[in-house]
């Protein structure tokens, strides 16, 4: 059983940026984490979680929420288990808590479709 942990959410005025975290220990479903697409997902209150973004295993390849694209950037460090979703110029529609997930394919925009899920980490931009 693969075991996430999100880290690096925060307050900050719109504009700023924040880089976020996801660490991941165990397997999930035989793979281990660095063999492992892996997402990021958002969901603001009152509202359903919606896809952000997903970097393949080798962080060869990404998939960007429109919302998102060209203001967040994923990477991932293998070595040490972690994907960095770094957001720049964040406004008050990024507020949400952030979950990063993996067992899933990059590509696939559904919640549902990704197996193993972190707790979350609450961002909260202001105006």
């Known amino acids: 059983q693969v075991q996430l942990v999100e880290s690096g959410g925060g307050l900050v005025q719109a504009g700023d940026s924040l880089r976020l975290s996801c660490a991941a220990s165990?397997?999930?479903?035989?793979?281990?984490?660095?063999?492992?697409?892996v997402g990021w997902f958002r969901q603001a209150a009152g509202k359903e979680r919606e896809f952000v973004a997903a970097?393949?295993?080798?962080?060869?390849?990404?998939n960007y929420a429109a919302s998102v694209k060209g203001r967040f950037t994923l990477s991932r460090d293998n070595a040490k288990n972690t994907v960095y979703l770094q957001m720049n110029s964040l406004n008050v529609e990024d507020t949400a808590v952030y979950y990063c997930?993996?067992?899933?394919?990059?590509?696939?925009?559904?919640?549902?479709?990704?197996?193993?899920w972190g707790q979350g980490t609450q961002v909260t931009v202001s105006s």
């Open positions: 997930a993996t067992n899933g394919d990059y590509r696939d925009y559904r919640p549902r479709a990704w197996g193993s």
């Open positions: 970097i393949t295993w080798n962080g060869r390849s990404t």
């Open positions: 165990g397997r999930a479903s035989g793979r281990t984490f660095s063999d492992s697409a």
